[in-house]
């Protein structure tokens, strides 16, 4: 009979999206004695039961900026006697998407987008001030850092030569930067081990997926302990077209539960035993 000692530590944490959840509770010093972490994600539009991941960059190093950019208000049919932010504004969104194809290098993927522009009720009122925010994206800290710093210059640059002024604010202690997801390259193989014996390596049910620029407050745990994160497949053959993750009409598939509970088991099952084991050689 296989004997396994040690402890499974099970982590309900708040605030995924967004809100940095896992960054509280590592904070908190509920995972100091832990050697490693797992945690999966399912994936509507993959096949039921299939499991998917890969070692080393796994998703992105994210964070969100808003920015405020004042102007002069005013009647629409007299520009002259106004400082038009939407203009300025206008020019801030199309000078932060040369960041990207004109700045980075093309084999080191990034992402800024601007999904938030408001100013202005009324058709023929130029307003005082518009705001706008958006995410950035990058592959390592370093890249990530640069980018903070040239939205908040192409921002305020942009700003002043339409005779503006404008605020850069950066995700704040609510909305903390999320770290670039890194699966340890030792868990890597006992991943593939281990969903292999679950699903089936032979089935070719487990596959190596690549990096995308996706975030996952799962990073924070990696920056202090060995940790993998993974995908399992949960498509539904009647949903020809399954909704995305994020939208309001997204379907979970539930016949992905006894999957994603035996991974999991097995993960840390088979772990344990393993340590166990290793512990018994020395």
Request: proline share 5%; glycine share 10%; charged share 20%.
């Amino acid at each position: 009979m296989l004997r396994w000692q040690g402890t499974v530590v099970l982590v309900f944490q708040p605030a995924e999206e967004g809100g940095g959840g896992a960054k509280v509770m590592v904070d908190s010093g509920y995972l100091e004695n832990v050697k490693a972490i797992f945690g999966l994600h399912v994936s509507p539009e993959r096949p039921l039961g299939q499991v998917y991941s890969r070692s080393g960059t796994l998703m992105a190093g994210s964070g969100f900026f808003e920015a405020v950019i004042t102007g002069k208000g005013g009647h629409a049919a007299i520009p002259q006697h106004s400082i038009d932010p939407i203009l300025a504004a206008s020019n801030v969104v199309v000078s932060l998407q040369h960041l990207v194809s004109r700045e980075a290098d093309p084999l080191d993927s990034q992402v800024v987008t601007v999904a938030k522009f408001q100013g202005g009720g009324a058709f023929n009122v130029i307003p005082d001030a518009v705001n706008i925010g958006g995410t950035f994206r990058a592959f390592s800290k370093e890249t990530f850092m640069q980018l903070k710093q040239r939205i908040e210059e192409v921002v305020v640059g942009q700003a002043t030569v339409h005779r503006c002024n404008a605020t850069v604010e950066f995700s704040s202690k609510d909305k903390p930067f999320y770290p670039v997801t890194i699966n340890d390259a030792g868990l890597h193989k006992f991943f593939q081990k281990v969903a292999g014996s679950v699903v089936g390596q032979n089935n070719n049910n487990v596959k190596e997926m690549s990096p995308f620029t996706g975030a996952e407050d799962f990073s924070f745990y990696q920056e202090v302990i060995p940790g993998y994160f993974y995908f399992i497949g949960m498509k539904n053959e009647k949903n020809e077209k399954p909704e995305s993750l994020h939208s309001p009409f997204f379907q979970f598939n539930e016949e992905v539960l006894p999957y994603g509970a035996a991974m999991h088991a097995s993960l840390a099952a088979t772990y344990l035993l393993e340590s166990q084991s290793h512990k018994d050689e020395l």
